[in-house]
């Protein structure tokens, strides 16, 4: 089956700076690329999410890349606010959609005052 | 209001004692699932449904069981539960096969003694 492998498990940025987070995907059926977010105690929800028909796609503050010949997809933050800090999830599924997404294991961003 | 409603939300319970998390979705989706998050470990797929009568195994299945009766329902059900099925779980839906978002139920914090 597939598996997503994600990095870095913790990182720190000052605010204003800009995040990176870092997946690859074992599946090159895979088509489907979403990121969530998850504040701490709360459930994860979907911030931003890509096709393997698209190479970037952004939303404000946030964009993420697709490298179909590498299976490698990155989530970028730009000036990062206090509030963007919590624990991001990169998932990808064969499916086309979120039906049996496959998660990597989490990045628990900090963003310093 | 559109939500996932996971019950109990924190239970503590002994090693064999069968339990069940019920999980219900107002939303009409014919996507249910179950994941369970761990330190560590991200968000890791126990079971999933395409639809009524329509369930299959995720990665982590071991110890569990699911139906699915009803378009609304997707129970969990620990049979003899062990201490290694402490965890956070969370139930899911989403509307079809095209549709990008994977809903989150609030979580069932379970610890098995």
């Known amino acids: 089956g597939e598996n997503v492998e994600q990095h870095p498990s913790t990182l720190s940025v000052q605010e204003g700076d800009s995040a990176v987070i870092k997946c690859t995907y074992s599946?090159?059926?895979?088509?489907?690329f979403p990121w969530y977010k998850q504040e701490l105690g709360k459930r994860p929800q979907l911030i931003i999410d890509?096709?393997?028909?698209?190479g970037e796609k952004k939303d404000q503050r946030i964009a993420v890349t697709l490298n179909k010949t590498a299976k490698h997809f990155s989530l970028h933050i730009t000036e990062t606010q206090p509030e963007d800090s919590a624990v991001y999830f990169c998932a990808a599924s064969t499916q086309g959609s979120a039906r049996q997404l496959t998660f990597g294991s989490g990045t628990q961003l900090t963003v310093l005052p | 209001e559109a939500q996932v409603t996971q019950n109990p939300r924190y239970l503590i319970t002994v090693t064999g004692k069968k339990l069940t998390v019920t999980c219900s979705q107002n939303?009409?989706?014919?996507?249910m699932s179950w994941y369970r998050q761990d330190p560590g470990l991200g968000l890791r797929q126990i079971y999933y449904s395409m639809n009524v009568e329509v369930t299959d195994k995720g990665d982590v299945p071991e110890g569990y069981k699911v139906s699915r009766k009803e378009k609304r329902n997707f129970p969990l059900i620990l049979e003899s539960p062990s201490p290694n099925q402490t965890s956070l779980y969370f139930c899911?839906?989403?509307?079809?096969?095209?549709?990008?978002?994977?809903?989150f139920g609030e979580g069932s914090r379970l610890t098995v003694l």
């Open positions: 939303m009409n989706h014919e996507y």
């Open positions: 599946d090159s059926a895979s088509n489907y």
């Open positions: 899911a839906s989403s509307l079809g096969s095209s549709a990008g978002e994977l809903f």
């Open positions: 890509i096709r393997s028909n698209v």
